[in-house]
C-alpha cells in the first residue's frame, strides 16, 4: 500500500538478540534514568507554605466593588441576573435616602444581593454585563468549599469589598484582570 | 575475667540487634523518600524536619489501629504468623560479622572479641536455614487468615520462596568452594584485597545471588506475593494494626540482612580499598588495632547502606515480572546458570594448581 506520509513507522516482529533476552542491559539503562530523575530538580509546590501563582485572568470570588470615597457601586440594575446563565444572582433594589450618600454611589442600589455559589459557573458573564463596574470576579482569591447548605449563599456581608482594601489597594482596579483593566479605562474616559 | 568477657559480647549483640531495628526501620522513610525523588517527588516532609520522625508517626499510627482477627480464622496461628516472619528475620543478623576483632585487654579480656554475635562454623548455613524458616511466616499467616485471596498469596511467595532459594544456594556453593569454609568471617578474611573480593572471582554468581535476594525479600520485580489487582492484598490482606506491621517491617529487617550477606559475600565485608595505607597510618598496638575495625565497621555499613539504597532504586525501576516468567526465570535460567558456574569453578580451582606448576616450570 502506498504510504501517504512517510512517519508511520513499520512493525517488526524479529527474534530479539541475546543482549535483549538477557534483561539485564535495559535494566541498567532503567537505572540510569531513574538515577538522572533522582538528581533533578522536584516539581512539588508545598500548598500551604508556597502558592501557584494564579493567572491574571483566572475568574475566582465575586466581589462587589466599592468607588474611590468606599460607596457601593451597584445600582441594582439587574443586568447581571440577567446575563447569568446559571440563574445564580439575585438582588432586591431599594431607594437611596437622604443622608445615605456616602454609602451609596446611585440613587438606587441593591439592598439584598445575593449569589448563590452552587449554582454559580464562574463564567464572569455578570462582570462583563455591569455597567457600573460594580461587581467582578477577583483573580487572587478563591470560593471556598462550604460545610453547610446555609453557607453557600452569598450575601452582601461576604461580597461587598471591606473598606480596608480600598485603603490599602493600590488602584481602584487591583488586583484585577486584564480585560477588567481595559473596560474600566473605557468607562472612565467615558467612551461607551 | 570471664564477666568482661560476657559484658562487652552482650554489648555487642546488643548493639547490633538495635542497629538492625533502627535501620530496617529508617529504611521505611528511605524508601518513600527515595520513592519520592525518583518520581521527581519530595516524599514525606511534614513530621520534623525533612521528615525524620515519619518512621515514629507511622509505628504510632500502626499501634493505635483496630487489632481485628477475622471470626473463622485460627487464632494461635493468625498470630504466629507475624510473629515468625519477624523472629526469623532478626535472627539473621547474628552471624554476620560486622567488623574484624576489638583487643580489649586494657579490660583484662586476652582474645581478641569479634564484632559479630556468635562466630559458628556454618554461618551461611544457619543463614539458609532461616531464610527458608522465614517462608513459614508468610505461609502460616496466609492460611490462617481462611480466605482464598490470603492463601493465594502464601502459595504465589512460598513457590517462588523455594524456587529461588534453590538457584541462591546454587550460587554460593561457588564461593564455599573458593574459600573452602562455611563461616561468614572466614569468607570475609579471605577476600582481604580489593580484587580478591569475590564479586571479581564470581560476577555471575552475585549476579545469580543478587536477583535471588530480590526474590527472597519479595522485592519488585518479584513482589508477587504482594497484589492489589489480583489478591486484594496478598497474604495480609486480614491482617491490620501491628501484626501487618510486622510482616511490613520483617520485609525491611530482610532487606538490611540481605544486603549485608551481600557486601559480606561479594564485598569484602569489613575490608575496603587502600586498608594498608589507612593501617599504616594509625598507632601501633591496641589502639591502632581497635580504630582500624571501627573504620572497618563504618566501611561495611556504607555498603549495607548502598545496596539498600539498590534495593529501593530497582524497585522503583522496573515493573514486575509475570508470575510464569519470574517461575521461567528461576527454573529454566538461574539454577541451571548457577550449576554451570559451579562446574566452572570447579574446574578453574581443578586446574589452577596445573597452571601454575606448568608456568613455573618453564
Given at each position: 500500500m502506498q504510504a501517504l506520509t512517510n512517519r508511520s513507522k513499520r512493525v517488526s516482529n524479529k527474534k530479539l538478540s541475546l543482549g535483549?533476552?538477557?534483561?539485564?542491559?535495559?535494566?541498567?539503562?532503567?537505572?540510569?534514568?531513574?538515577?538522572?530523575?533522582?538528581?533533578?530538580?522536584?516539581?512539588?509546590?508545598?500548598?500551604?507554605?508556597?502558592?501557584?501563582?494564579m493567572s491574571e485572568v483566572y475568574r475566582g470570588l465575586h466581589v462587589l466593588k466599592r468607588d474611590e470615597q468606599g460607596r457601593e457601586r451597584c445600582t441594582a440594575c439587574g443586568l447581571c441576573a440577567v446575563a447569568c446563565p446559571a440563574e445564580a444572582i439575585s438582588m432586591t433594589a431599594a431607594e437611596r435616602q437622604p443622608g445615605e450618600e456616602n454609602l451609596y454611589r446611585e440613587e438606587k442600589y441593591a439592598a439584598v444581593y445575593e449569589i448563590n455559589m452552587l449554582r454559580c459557573i464562574f463564567c464572569g458573564l455578570c462582570e462583563e454585563a455591569c455597567p457600573k463596574s460594580a461587581i467582578y470576579l477577583q483573580s487572587d482569591k478563591l470560593a471556598?468549599?462550604?460545610?453547610?447548605?446555609?453557607?453557600?449563599?452569598?450575601?452582601?456581608?461576604?461580597?461587598?469589598?471591606?473598606?480596608?482594601?480600598?485603603?490599602?489597594?493600590?488602584?481602584?482596579?487591583?488586583?484585577?484582570?486584564?480585560?477588567?483593566?481595559?473596560?474600566?479605562?473605557?468607562?472612565?474616559?467615558?467612551k461607551y | 575475667m570471664e564477666l568482661y568477657l560476657f559484658l562487652a559480647k552482650g554489648t555487642i549483640i546488643l548493639l547490633i540487634f538495635g542497629i538492625t531495628l533502627l535501620i530496617a526501620t529508617y529504611s521505611t522513610y528511605a524508601e518513600r523518600k527515595v520513592a519520592g525523588f525518583i518520581q521527581d517527588r519530595l516524599g514525606p516532609n511534614r513530621a520534623g524536619p525533612w521528615g525524620i520522625w515519619q518512621p515514629l508517626a507511622d509505628a504510632g499510627k500502626m499501634f493505635f489501629k483496630q487489632d481485628f482477627i477475622p471470626a473463622r480464622a485460627s487464632k494461635w496461628l493468625f498470630i504466629a504468623g507475624p510473629s515468625l516472619a519477624m523472629l526469623t528475620a532478626c535472627l539473621t543478623s547474628c552471624v554476620i560479622p560486622f567488623g574484624d576483632t576489638l583487643d580489649l585487654s586494657f579490660l583484662g579480656i586476652e582474645k581478641p572479641v569479634a564484632i559479630q554475635g556468635i562466630d559458628v562454623n556454618i554461618g551461611i548455613l544457619y543463614v539458609f536455614g532461616l531464610v527458608s524458616?522465614?517462608?513459614?511466616?508468610?505461609?502460616?499467616?496466609?492460611?490462617a487468615s481462611n480466605n482464598k485471596f490470603s492463601l493465594l498469596g502464601a502459595i504465589r511467595a512460598a513457590s517462588q520462596n523455594i524456587s529461588y532459594e534453590l538457584a541462591m544456594s546454587l550460587s554460593i556453593i561457588a564461593i564455599i568452594m573458593i574459600t573452602g569454609s562455611l563461616s561468614v568471617s572466614e569468607i570475609i578474611k579471605d577476600q582481604d584485597t580489593f580484587f580478591k573480593w569475590n564479586i571479581f572471582r564470581q560476577p555471575v554468581g552475585f549476579i545469580i545471588f543478587i536477583i535471588c535476594a530480590f526474590a527472597e525479600c519479595n522485592r519488585t520485580p518479584f513482589d508477587l506475593p504482594e497484589?492489589?489487582?489480583?489478591?486484594?492484598?496478598?497474604?495480609?490482606?486480614?491482617?491490620?494494626?501491628m501484626k501487618l506491621?510486622?510482616?511490613?517491617?520483617?520485609?525491611?529487617?530482610?532487606?538490611?540482612?540481605?544486603?549485608?550477606?551481600?557486601?559480606?559475600?561479594?564485598?569484602?565485608?569489613?575490608?575496603?580499598?587502600?586498608?594498608?595505607?589507612?593501617?599504616?597510618?594509625?598507632?601501633e598496638g591496641a589502639l591502632g588495632h581497635n580504630l582500624m575495625t571501627l573504620i572497618g565497621v563504618g566501611a561495611f555499613f556504607g555498603k549495607i547502606l548502598f545496596f539498600i539504597f539498590f534495593f529501593m532504586w530497582v524497585r522503583w525501576t522496573i515493573a514486575r515480572f509475570r508470575y510464569d516468567q519470574l517461575m521461567n526465570l528461576g527454573w529454566k535460567s538461574l539454577i541451571p546458570l548457577a550449576i554451570a558456574n559451579i562446574l566452572v569453578t570447579g574446574a578453574v580451582l581443578l586446574a589452577l594448581p596445573e597452571i601454575k606448576g606448568y608456568i613455573s616450570s618453564l
Amino acid at each position: 500500500m502506498q504510504a501517504l506520509t512517510n512517519r508511520s513507522k513499520r512493525v517488526s516482529n524479529k527474534k530479539l538478540s541475546l543482549g535483549e533476552r538477557l534483561y539485564l542491559p535495559a535494566v541498567v539503562g532503567g537505572l540510569g534514568i531513574t538515577l538522572k530523575h533522582f538528581f533533578k530538580k522536584k516539581v512539588t509546590i508545598q500548598y500551604p507554605e508556597e502558592q501557584r501563582p494564579m493567572s491574571e485572568v483566572y475568574r475566582g470570588l465575586h466581589v462587589l466593588k466599592r468607588d474611590e470615597q468606599g460607596r457601593e457601586r451597584c445600582t441594582a440594575c439587574g443586568l447581571c441576573a440577567v446575563a447569568c446563565p446559571a440563574e445564580a444572582i439575585s438582588m432586591t433594589a431599594a431607594e437611596r435616602q437622604p443622608g445615605e450618600e456616602n454609602l451609596y454611589r446611585e440613587e438606587k442600589y441593591a439592598a439584598v444581593y445575593e449569589i448563590n455559589m452552587l449554582r454559580c459557573i464562574f463564567c464572569g458573564l455578570c462582570e462583563e454585563a455591569c455597567p457600573k463596574s460594580a461587581i467582578y470576579l477577583q483573580s487572587d482569591k478563591l470560593a471556598p468549599s462550604f460545610y453547610s447548605r446555609a453557607d453557600v449563599i452569598y450575601g452582601k456581608d461576604r461580597l461587598v469589598q471591606s473598606m480596608e482594601t480600598i485603603k490599602t489597594a493600590k488602584s481602584l482596579k487591583s488586583g484585577l484582570t486584564t480585560s477588567d483593566r481595559y473596560v474600566d479605562k473605557v468607562w472612565k474616559n467615558g467612551k461607551y | 575475667m570471664e564477666l568482661y568477657l560476657f559484658l562487652a559480647k552482650g554489648t555487642i549483640i546488643l548493639l547490633i540487634f538495635g542497629i538492625t531495628l533502627l535501620i530496617a526501620t529508617y529504611s521505611t522513610y528511605a524508601e518513600r523518600k527515595v520513592a519520592g525523588f525518583i518520581q521527581d517527588r519530595l516524599g514525606p516532609n511534614r513530621a520534623g524536619p525533612w521528615g525524620i520522625w515519619q518512621p515514629l508517626a507511622d509505628a504510632g499510627k500502626m499501634f493505635f489501629k483496630q487489632d481485628f482477627i477475622p471470626a473463622r480464622a485460627s487464632k494461635w496461628l493468625f498470630i504466629a504468623g507475624p510473629s515468625l516472619a519477624m523472629l526469623t528475620a532478626c535472627l539473621t543478623s547474628c552471624v554476620i560479622p560486622f567488623g574484624d576483632t576489638l583487643d580489649l585487654s586494657f579490660l583484662g579480656i586476652e582474645k581478641p572479641v569479634a564484632i559479630q554475635g556468635i562466630d559458628v562454623n556454618i554461618g551461611i548455613l544457619y543463614v539458609f536455614g532461616l531464610v527458608s524458616l522465614g517462608v513459614y511466616g508468610v505461609m502460616i499467616g496466609g492460611w490462617a487468615s481462611n480466605n482464598k485471596f490470603s492463601l493465594l498469596g502464601a502459595i504465589r511467595a512460598a513457590s517462588q520462596n523455594i524456587s529461588y532459594e534453590l538457584a541462591m544456594s546454587l550460587s554460593i556453593i561457588a564461593i564455599i568452594m573458593i574459600t573452602g569454609s562455611l563461616s561468614v568471617s572466614e569468607i570475609i578474611k579471605d577476600q582481604d584485597t580489593f580484587f580478591k573480593w569475590n564479586i571479581f572471582r564470581q560476577p555471575v554468581g552475585f549476579i545469580i545471588f543478587i536477583i535471588c535476594a530480590f526474590a527472597e525479600c519479595n522485592r519488585t520485580p518479584f513482589d508477587l506475593p504482594e497484589c492489589e489487582t489480583e489478591l486484594i492484598g496478598g497474604y495480609h490482606t486480614e491482617y491490620s494494626s501491628m501484626k501487618l506491621g510486622f510482616y511490613l517491617f520483617a520485609e525491611y529487617i530482610n532487606m538490611f540482612v540481605s544486603s549485608a550477606v551481600i557486601s559480606a559475600l561479594y564485598f569484602g565485608g569489613y575490608h575496603f580499598p587502600g586498608e594498608s595505607i589507612v593501617a599504616g597510618l594509625l598507632p601501633e598496638g591496641a589502639l591502632g588495632h581497635n580504630l582500624m575495625t571501627l573504620i572497618g565497621v563504618g566501611a561495611f555499613f556504607g555498603k549495607i547502606l548502598f545496596f539498600i539504597f539498590f534495593f529501593m532504586w530497582v524497585r522503583w525501576t522496573i515493573a514486575r515480572f509475570r508470575y510464569d516468567q519470574l517461575m521461567n526465570l528461576g527454573w529454566k535460567s538461574l539454577i541451571p546458570l548457577a550449576i554451570a558456574n559451579i562446574l566452572v569453578t570447579g574446574a578453574v580451582l581443578l586446574a589452577l594448581p596445573e597452571i601454575k606448576g606448568y608456568i613455573s616450570s618453564l
